[in-house]
């Protein structure tokens, strides 16, 4: 068996079939049905700024939805493949499959075994498949992180002009998709000094390496630093044509109309409301491998003194508690911590199952495969059959079933332009739904044309003497739908969350609110 096993991993045609194997599953998981949830009210912001830069070229950079690549990447998908719930989507999808990818082209930084488990991690890792065909910015931001982490091990390792610019440009993309990249930032800095005095020996030869390739090469730096401002800059530009979006995009703490500014004022609102160990309980729930190869990286190397592990540990560390300590707490945030969790727990269990022996070598691969089925159905059940049920914890504020197929009524029946008359208050993601035959209007100031067949408004009270009901139909219907465990012990019991952990049974009412929609009655 070990013979066979043995001429398994020497065989390249075998290795080339696995990563093919494990591309088309990545594609397929990505892929299929993608176009079938409802649009959440974030992804139909991000569509609609996607299509208007696609539709009419106009784009300023606009901290509160984040970096410009993914408008980028949104309207040149549009372009292509016109306009679908499946193409908003199909970013996310895109780099969820090269994520998935990215272990194998990191040479020889990763051993052949590590690069499967990271890959097949990525794959089966119920969040990262969920937000992977989710429109969002932190679907994207893992790849760039990826490839920064691994092109500054390369340099440290071995120093080079094309490695250096390589982890100056991937930073720079990092930046240019979202502004959580100031605390991965920080936390691979921290994780550096970190590592540094947790192994002086080790440390040193790093950085003598690369003090060594500066001082032979001292506009080498100069040339990274020019990489890396100019492309943040004609990422912030939009390529180099406005100066006002460039202006918003550079740094400053001090402004909070600017990126960094308006991210630090946010951390006080505490947007979600989430506790700090909300992350702790979404790992725990959906991706138990990645705290179980954690915890035995954490056991396993501090006596083994190697310091890119240790690395890993502690930047994977930093990340949790800088992003459990910000205010601001959504599920697609989990990924920036999910990320480096993973990597460390590859990199231990790929070493770990070669020096264990006996009975512990079964013990570990049988709770290793038992991890990895209860994630893939995990990510089965919540990405295709609960994908916009809130009963799960990651479906946060989720647009029902049933307001999705009366927005299609509604665009079925309005072929021009100003047929749907949309409360400003309440325009995501109807700007995007309705883009073709839908105008905003101010409640304050309702003007309703002949033209105008569908009202929707937040609710009666905003319409209510300003105009004639008697020709219209009014309902009610549930615009968003929630559930958050409360943050009180009623109903925590052992039974209740054994039957919420398997069966996604819930003990409390889901949350939500509804809207108006107002129907002309002449209307066929």
């Known amino acids: 068996m070990r013979k066979l096993l043995e001429r398994i991993r020497n065989n390249k045609k075998f290795f080339i079939y696995g990563v093919l194997l494990i591309l088309v599953a990545a594609i397929v998981t990505r892929l299929y049905q993608l176009g079938v949830r409802p649009l959440h009210h974030d992804e139909g912001m991000l569509a609609y700024f996607a299509w208007k830069l696609a539709s009419y070229r106009e784009y300023i950079y606009t901290p509160q939805i984040h970096g410009p690549i993914l408008f980028y990447i949104g309207a040149a998908v549009f372009k292509i493949f016109g306009e679908s719930d499946f193409t908003v989507r199909l970013p996310s999808a895109i780099f969820s499959i090269i994520l998935v990818i990215l272990p194998f082209c990191t040479g020889k930084?990763?051993?052949?075994?590590?690069?499967?488990?990271?890959?097949?991690?990525?794959?089966?890792?119920?969040?990262?498949?969920?937000?992977?065909?989710?429109?969002?910015?932190?679907?994207?931001?893992?790849?760039?992180?990826?490839?920064?982490?691994?092109?500054?091990?390369?340099?440290?390792?071995?120093?080079?002009?094309?490695?250096?610019?390589?982890?100056f440009l991937s930073l720079a993309l990092t930046f240019g998709v979202s502004e959580v990249t100031y605390i991965i930032l920080a936390s691979f800095v921290a994780a550096g000094f970190g590592a540094y005095l947790l192994d002086r020996r080790w440390g040193r030869g790093y950085f003598s390496r690369i003090f060594n390739f500066f001082k032979t090469n001292p506009w080498e730096i100069l040339k990274a630093l020019v990489v890396f401002i100019l492309a943040y800059v004609a990422i912030y530009s939009v390529f180099f044509t406005s100066l006002d979006s460039l202006i918003i995009g550079v740094p400053n703490p001090f402004n909070p109309s600017n990126g960094l500014g308006f991210w630090l004022v946010q951390h006080s609102k505490r947007l979600g409301g989430q506790p700090w160990y909300y992350y702790f309980i979404l790992f725990a729930l959906y991706e138990p491998l990645a705290l179980f190869g954690y915890l035995g990286a954490v056991i396993y190397y501090p006596t083994k003194k190697r310091i890119f592990p240790i690395f890993l540990i502690l930047f994977a560390l930093f990340n949790v508690v800088i992003f459990s300590v910000a205010g601001e707490k959504f599920p697609w945030l989990a990924l920036n911590s999910l990320v480096p969790l993973y990597i460390i727990s590859a990199y231990f269990i790929g070493e770990f199952i070669i020096v264990t022996k006996g009975v512990g070598k079964i013990i570990f691969f049988v709770v290793l495969v038992i991890l990895i089925v209860y994630q893939a159905l995990s990510g089965i059940r919540l990405s295709f059959i609960n994908s916009y049920n809130t009963n799960e914890m990651a479906v946060y504020v989720q647009t029902p079933k049933a307001i999705n197929e009366q927005f299609k009524k509604m665009s079925s029946h309005c072929a021009h332009a100003g047929c749907i008359l949309i409360d400003k208050d309440i325009s995501w993601p109807m700007s995007y739904v309705f883009r073709d035959n839908g105008n905003l209007f101010d409640p304050a100031s309702l003007a309703v044309g002949q033209g105008v067949?569908?009202?929707?408004?937040?609710?009666?009270?905003?319409?209510?003497?300003?105009?004639?009901?008697?020709d219209w139909d009014i309902r009610d219907i549930q615009l968003r739908d929630w559930w958050v465990p409360p943050d009180y012990p009623e109903g925590y019991s052992f039974k209740n969350l054994v039957k919420y952990v398997f069966l996604r049974q819930i003990w409390t009412e889901?949350?939500?609110?509804?809207?108006?929609?107002?129907?002309r009655k002449n209307l066929l």
């Open 109 to 167: 930084l990763l051993s052949g075994r590590q690069k499967f488990i990271l890959s097949i991690f990525f794959l089966f890792s119920p969040l990262l498949m969920y937000f992977g065909r989710f429109l969002v910015h932190t679907a994207i931001v893992p790849v760039f992180v990826f490839l920064f982490l691994f092109n500054a091990y390369g340099f440290a390792r071995k120093p080079s002009s094309d490695r250096l610019i390589y982890t």
């Open 510 to 519: 889901h949350g939500g609110y509804s809207i108006i929609i107002l129907q």
């Open 453 to 470: 067949e569908y009202i929707i408004a937040e609710n009666r009270a905003k319409i209510d003497g300003k105009m004639d009901l008697n």
